[in-house]
């Protein structure tokens, strides 16, 4: 194993170990992976904590300690401990007014359209080449 994959955000921090969002310069609390589909994985669940994330996997060197090298571009400013994971002056998520799908609106109602009309003096259509399909499957199962 010569590389190793872990995820960053749109703010420069990296994904730790305990799920929290870190500046990434403590190599051993972060969240890393050797299979790209595991990292795939970790990236779509944090996506589902917060939808206003955008991660990107990165895929770095181990360091002599097993360690992933982060490269220094990719490091962004020291996150202090407890800091929100989103950034100031971002939007607010407010929930909404009603929920239409708790109180899902009434359809009108439409009167049903009459039944047509069928007289019972004509005999129904049958085939006479083709025996009726009552006949040829009772027939099967009492023989």
């Given at each position: 194993?010569?590389?190793?994959?872990?995820?960053?955000?749109?703010?420069?921090?990296?994904?730790?170990?305990?799920?929290?969002?870190?500046?990434?310069?403590?190599?051993?609390?972060?969240?890393?992976?050797?299979?790209?589909?595991?990292?795939?994985?970790?990236?779509?669940?944090?996506?589902?904590?917060?939808?206003?994330?955008?991660?990107?996997?990165?895929?770095?060197?181990?360091?002599?300690?097993?360690?992933?090298?982060?490269?220094?571009?990719?490091?962004?400013?020291p996150v202090a401990a407890g800091e929100p994971e989103i950034e100031p002056g971002g939007p607010e998520e407010i929930p909404p007014e009603s929920n239409p799908e708790v109180a899902p609106e009434t359809a009108p109602e439409v009167a049903p359209e009459p039944a047509p009309e069928v007289t019972p003096d004509e005999p129904p259509e049958v085939d006479p080449e083709q025996p009726q399909e009552g006949a040829a499957s009772s027939g099967a199962l009492m023989g």
């Open positions: 194993m010569t590389h190793v994959y872990v995820l960053t955000n749109q703010n420069r921090q990296f994904l730790s170990k305990s799920n929290e969002w870190i500046d990434g310069r403590e190599a051993s609390r972060l969240f890393r992976t050797e299979h790209k589909d595991v990292a795939i994985n970790q990236m779509f669940e944090a996506n589902t904590r917060n939808v206003s994330l955008r991660i990107e996997l990165l895929q770095c060197e181990l360091g002599p300690k097993n360690q992933p090298q982060v490269p220094e571009d990719a490091l962004g400013e």
